[in-house]
């Protein structure tokens, strides 16, 4: 019999971190969030857990200046038995800050290479990018930065719903071939419409699961 899918039933903030001694306890499996400031990383974690409010939305690029770590249960159904899972979803401070001065942006860039090169239980990074631009220098140069770390990234291409299907869709293409991306390593969003919020969960349900093996 073929597994249900799984589904994130509940969320809650835990932690704000800028050094390790203030990530939460205890440990748990994780999967990051990354991307340019006002890319819509907290209306798609808001979107993905079905919580307005969980992630603060800003109108303000780069008003995340912390290591956010939201505590979700994920639940599916095996052959009439509830199987749950417990991880971390962990919000990073955008990149390509509009508005702070450049020993804040060392700073920043600091402890999330520390977390992001340092970390023991993070599984996943989802690099979030805006599907109605060109692929950007930022962009490229985080998404190998994070391949030279080691790490598994799924990159989510947001804002899809400013598109039409046809120009969403050659947007996907324009990024798989200057990316190097597979099929399965790159997704379109919409936050506002929760497009692909089931895929996005299973993908991310998938990649924590082969990682706790």
């Known amino acids: ?50 919580r307005n409010g969980l992630a603060r939305v800003s109108a303000t690029p780069g008003k995340t200046q912390t290591i956010n770590f939201y505590e979700l249960e994920a639940k599916r159904v ?68 994070l391949l030279g770390c080691g790490l598994k990234v799924q990159v989510v291409l947001t804002k899809s719903d400013k598109l039409s299907k046809n120009a969403a869709m050659a947007q996907k293409a324009l990024f798989k071939r200057e990316m190097g991306l597979t099929e399965d390593q790159i997704m379109i969003y919409s936050s506002s419409q929760h497009t692909m919020r089931g895929e996005l969960i299973a993908r991310i349900m998938g990649t924590l699961e082969e990682y706790a093996q």
């Open 1 to 50: 019999m073929t597994k249900g899918c799984w589904d994130i039933i509940r969320s809650k903030y835990v932690a704000s971190a800028v050094k390790a001694e203030q990530y939460p306890t205890p440990a748990l499996i994780e999967t990051a969030f990354i991307g340019r400031s006002n890319v819509g990383k907290s209306s798609l974690i808001n979107s993905l857990c079905r």
């Open 78 to 145: 095996d052959e009439g038995i509830d199987e749950r899972a417990h991880f971390y979803l962990v919000d990073l401070p955008g990149y390509g800050f509009a508005r702070t001065n450049r020993n804040n942006k060392e700073q920043w860039s600091g402890f999330i290479s520390k977390y992001l090169s340092g970390s023991d239980n993070l599984a996943l990074v989802c690099q979030l990018i805006d599907i109605r631009h060109k692929p950007m220098d930022s962009d490229l140069e985080c998404y190998h930065w």
